[in-house]
């Protein structure tokens, strides 16, 4: 009978210190989701985009948003909002997928008090998968944005929680803390350049490397029927569930030129999926597709690029005009 009242014991006040552990957390909103007012303060200290975009995406001082990967991260709000009149928060977070796009959408759509003015998706070619459960390698905290209380609530149940109350209270309580910028820009050319990828000739001879040198190659005109993207099938709800004023601009981010190659499976799947990509625009009457994922000038020179996804600036300010060329064309504001 002891070893029971021990066990009964132990038992229940470890239940009640994981409750303490959890309603403490609650309390002090560590990621600043919104989900407590207590300890209610702006922002986030500096950390990466996956924890600190719960806070930027509610944020009300931000009316767009751009989500997407790294491979749309360079899009400047500020130089986008100085030619479009929009204030935008960049939401891109670097090896995401398309599933983690969504989820940052649906964060960013319910948090608004106001209609949206606009949503640029970058779209790459982690939305062509024909798998419906849009798999990607990299761990994403979807706790952080559900919807479902119990959810988050289990979520806040790790290590790292604990690891970060303190840091949070600190964040808080001092006067002028150093916070992470509120747009969510990552600008990551001084982060290439540091790493060798402008004069590195190992680096530089894997930009002229053909990523889908082996693929198989076909004969035949695509049957875009015959391919479902469930993961453009989703991104075409949302494009119906927008408001009327709001503008949708989808973004196919550029890839250098060695990634272009036309005949091959992969030009195939691509042919596929841009058909798909022009169905989610029709679903949403103030639509326009950015299309920088064709031959064109600016992606076959290798000095744009670090690797065959990620571009640089030059090429970046070329896309912000072509995006707010498409705003103005389909906005209403």
């Known amino acids: 009978m002891q070893w029971l009242r021990f066990a009964v014991t132990l038992v229940g006040v470890t239940l009640a210190l994981l409750a303490a552990v959890v309603g403490v957390a609650y309390a002090v909103d560590p990621y600043d989701t919104g989900r407590s007012t207590l300890f209610e303060k702006p922002g986030v200290r500096p950390q990466g985009p996956r924890t600190a975009n719960p806070s930027r995406g509610r944020d009300p001082a931000f009316n767009a948003a751009i989500t997407g990967n790294s491979r749309i991260q360079i899009i400047s709000p500020e130089r986008l909002k100085a030619t479009t009149g929009v204030d935008f928060v960049q939401l891109a977070v670097p090896g995401s997928g398309p599933k983690e796009h969504l ?9 608004r008090t106001e209609t949206p003015k606009a949503l640029v998706v970058s779209i790459d070619d982690m939305w062509c998968t024909s798998n419906p459960d849009l798999p990607n390698d990299k761990p994403f905290p979807f706790w952080l944005y559900s919807a479902d209380p119990m959810e988050y609530a289990r979520g806040l149940l790790r290590y790292d929680i604990l690891e970060e109350l303190p840091r949070r209270l600190a964040y808080i309580f001092q006067g002028d803390p150093e916070r992470a910028r509120p747009d969510g820009y990552w600008d990551y050319e001084p982060d290439y350049i540091r790493l060798g990828y402008t004069n590195d ?10 990523p889908h040198s082996d693929a198989q190659l076909l004969d035949r005109d695509p049957q875009e029927g015959q391919r479902r993207f469930p993961a453009l099938d989703r991104l075409k709800k949302v494009a119906a569930s927008l408001p009327e004023e709001t503008a949708l601009i989808l973004v196919m981010p550029p890839s250098y030129k060695n990634r272009l190659l036309p005949g091959a499976e992969q030009a195939f799947v691509d042919r596929a999926c841009k058909a798909a990509i022009s169905t989610v625009a029709q679903a949403h009457a103030r639509s326009a597709v950015v299309d920088w994922r064709v031959d064109r000038s600016e992606n076959r020179n290798p000095e744009f690029f670090f690797d065959t996804v990620h571009y640089r600036q030059p090429v970046a300010q070329a896309m912000e005009v072509d995006i707010a060329d498409a705003i103005r064309h389909v906005a209403s504001f």
Request: glycine share 0%; aromatic share 10%; proline share 5%.
């Open 201 to 210: 000739p190992a680096l530089r001879k894997r930009l002229e490397e053909t």
């Open 103 to 111: 989820a940052l959408i649906d964060w960013f759509l319910r948090h």
